[in-house]
T-cell receptor
Framework: EAGVTQFPSHSVIEKGQTVTLRCDPI?????LYWYRRVMGKEIKFLLH????????ESGMPNNRFLAERTGGTYSTLKVQPAELEDSGVYFC??????????????FGEGSWLTVV | KQEVTQIPAALSVPEGENLVLNCSFT??????LQWFRQDPGKGLTSLLL?????REQTSGRLNASLDKSSGRSTLYIAASQPGDSATYLC???????????????FGQGTRLTINP
């Protein structure tokens, strides 16, 4: 069974450009999460989808970040325009069930973003 | 607000030793606690998930304990091997409402090096 897959694995863009990160969760997982880790900091929650609906987007840093999950399958996270402080690793994760408080959350390999 | 702390930040031990990694959290109202491993440049691999009603979980040479009332968890690694070298992350899923329950709050991690 395929795990959580993310694309691209690495991206280097200039300040002011746009980057779109994609995540394919584990098949059948209703819950999809985005997290990120910026240099020297702990991993922090960005948002949570249940199927195609945004359940919680309290961790999104500002309106330059837009996440979508059309059809409740894969998700995209767009950063527009990118700033230097957006550099870091963006992790996608997924878990089963709509009330799965006890379910293991599985993470992808991350998308490593460098803004120069 | 839930905060997770991991001590020490880095640990280096000779191969074969048993060791303990520590994790503490400020709010004892949690659904579960999850330990992850991250290899350099890689994603997060789930090691163990302990539900709030459990005291410990074991997988191979790993044993994780949870003392919810005191806000502590430990990860015990027996007979350490060089392949255990990685960063170990602790994350809690807080029970603060429906939305809060789906967020993982991470510690900064312990970077473990096992010397041959």
């Amino acid at each position: 069974e395929a795990g959580v897959t993310q694309f691209p694995s690495h991206s280097v863009i200039e300040k002011g450009q746009t980057v779109t990160l994609r995540c394919d969760p584990i098949s059948g997982h209703d819950n999809l999460y985005w997290y990120r880790r910026v240099m020297g900091k702990e991993i922090k929650f960005l948002l949570h989808f249940v199927k195609e609906s945004k359940q919680d987007e309290s961790g999104m840093p500002n309106n330059r970040f837009l996440a979508e999950r059309t059809g409740g399958t894969y998700s995209t996270l767009k950063v527009q325009p990118a700033e230097l402080e957006d550099s870091g690793v963006y992790f996608c994760a997924s878990s089963q069930g709509t009330t799965g408080f006890g379910n293991t959350i599985y993470f992808g390999e991350g998308s490593w973003l460098t803004v120069v | 607000k839930q905060e997770v702390t991991q001590i020490p930040a880095a640990l280096s031990v000779p191969e074969g030793e048993n060791l303990v990694l520590n994790c503490s959290f400020t709010d004892s109202a949690i659904y579960n606690l999850q330990w992850f491993r991250q290899d350099p440049g890689k994603g997060l691999t789930s090691l163990l998930l302990i539900q709030s009603s459990q005291r410990e979980q074991t997988s191979g040479r790993l044993n994780a304990s949870l003392d919810k009332s005191s806000g502590r968890s430990t990860l015990y690694i027996a007979a350490s091997q060089p392949g255990d070298s990685a960063t170990y992350l602790c994350a809690v899923r807080s029970a603060g409402g429906i939305q809060g329950a789906q967020k993982l709050v991470f510690g900064q991690g312990t970077r473990l090096t096992i010397n041959p």
